[in-house]
């Protein structure tokens, strides 16, 4: 029997990987395209195409039956969490923790300071050739609400350290203690609101956290807040936050959105004071090398019988 490991990147182009011969596999490779690499049946290691959706990424999940492994390349697994019925019970899912916390946090630092500091409308400035000299806000001082304080949490955090900010207060799942201070329960969340001039949203989706920004969470931000979105889109209740903008109250950096992609004519694109980045938060050079470092480690664990980094899951 053949045993198959899909790659989305080209077995001779990840250094490291384990010798195939050696372990009985064949590198298949497949980033999404419409004809399958092989028998869905003989894959026992499937790394998911990356930044190609849902419909793609659980495409062939129905016909792995020997697969043991789901490898995202992401940190966030809902898009692959729809298929996980269709496999055997024992498949590990593991995200891809380590890869994008520097590129996210740096993305997240950039939107902060664009947004408070009045970078898109210099830009805007430029084109209207319109000197737009004032004051604006800073980062320095402020208090900054990190929602989803994981590995990508902590980076942004990191990051924050050299601005003089106020205050970091962090927010996850359950409370704990840190390297940095408390961690807050997200039950807290409803009384720390009030008190950040800049929340930073770094969840996972989940149905705990579809629309977690919803309008009652947005009217407890205080006048001039700036909301984060580097989660998944529908964190945010796209429409709660549309109305919430066109007041002028708060104002947003958006890295995803709900709808993704964002159509053209739809009112996010006008909102006054919304920033959008198109889901580029690890979309950066930093990401091919430290995907294939990821990819080439958890095989050779795999082929080792070793535990593996990363599990999210296991399905049955």
């Known amino acids: 029997?053949?045993?198959?490991?899909?790659?989305?990147?080209?077995?001779?182009?990840?250094?490291?990987?384990?010798?195939?011969?050696?372990?009985?596999?064949?590198?298949?490779?497949?980033?999404?395209?419409?004809e399958l690499p092989a028998d869905p049946a003989d894959c026992v290691f499937y790394v998911v195409p990356y930044m190609k959706g849902s419909e793609i990424a659980v495409r062939p999940l129905g016909g792995m039956a020997s697969v043991r492994v789901v490898q995202t390349l992401s940190a966030g697994t809902d898009h692959v969490t729809p298929g996980l019925g269709r496999l055997a019970p024992g498949v590990a899912l593991c995200n891809a923790k380590g890869v994008h916390e520097a590129s996210t946090a740096e993305l997240?630092?950039?939107?902060?300071?664009?947004?408070?500091?009045?970078?898109?409308?210099?830009?805007?400035?430029?084109?209207?050739?319109?000197?737009?000299?004032g004051f604006y806000p800073a980062l320095a001082d402020r208090t900054v609400l990190i929602v989803g304080y994981g590995s990508i949490g902590a980076a942004i955090e990191d990051r924050l350290a050299p601005f003089e900010c106020a205050r970091v207060m962090?927010?996850?799942?359950?409370?704990?203690?840190?390297?940095?201070?408390?961690?807050?329960?997200?039950?807290?969340?409803?009384?720390?609101?009030?008190?950040?001039?800049?929340?930073?949203?770094?969840?996972?989706?989940?149905?705990?956290?579809?629309?977690?920004?919803?309008?009652?969470?947005?009217?407890?931000?205080k006048d001039g807040a700036l909301l984060v979105n580097m989660a998944r889109g529908p964190v945010v209740d796209t429409g709660a936050l549309l109305a919430e903008t066109a007041t002028g109250r708060i104002t947003a950096a958006?890295?995803?959105?709900?709808?993704?992609?964002?159509?053209?004519?739809?009112?996010?694109?006008?909102?006054?004071?919304?920033?959008?980045s198109p889901h580029v938060g690890g979309s950066t050079s930093a990401f091919m090398p430290r995907a294939k470092r990821l990819i080439a480690d958890q095989l050779t664990r795999f082929a080792a019988g070793e535990s593996l980094r990363n599990v999210v899951l296991t399905t049955g």
């Not at 950039?110 to 898109?120: F, K, T, V």
């Not at 807290?188 to 920004?213: G, K, Q």
Request: net charge negative.
């Open 1 to 34: 029997m053949t045993a198959d490991v899909w790659l989305p990147i080209p077995a001779d182009e990840i250094p490291g990987l384990p010798d195939p011969a050696a372990n009985g596999w064949t590198y298949r490779l497949w980033d999404g395209g419409a």
């Open 108 to 133: 997240t630092l950039a939107l902060i300071l664009a947004s408070l500091r009045g970078i898109p409308g210099f830009v805007e400035g430029r084109q209207r050739e319109e000197w737009r000299a």
């Open 170 to 221: 962090r927010v996850a799942r359950s409370a704990r203690a840190s390297t940095r201070g408390p961690v807050h329960a997200l039950t807290e969340l409803p009384e720390l609101l009030p008190e950040a001039d800049v929340v930073v949203l770094s969840t996972p989706l989940t149905p705990d956290t579809h629309h977690l920004a919803d309008a009652g969470f947005l009217k407890r931000l």
């Open 254 to 276: 958006l890295d995803v959105t709900d709808p993704e992609p964002l159509p053209a004519g739809h009112p996010l694109w006008h909102a006054p004071g919304v920033l959008i």
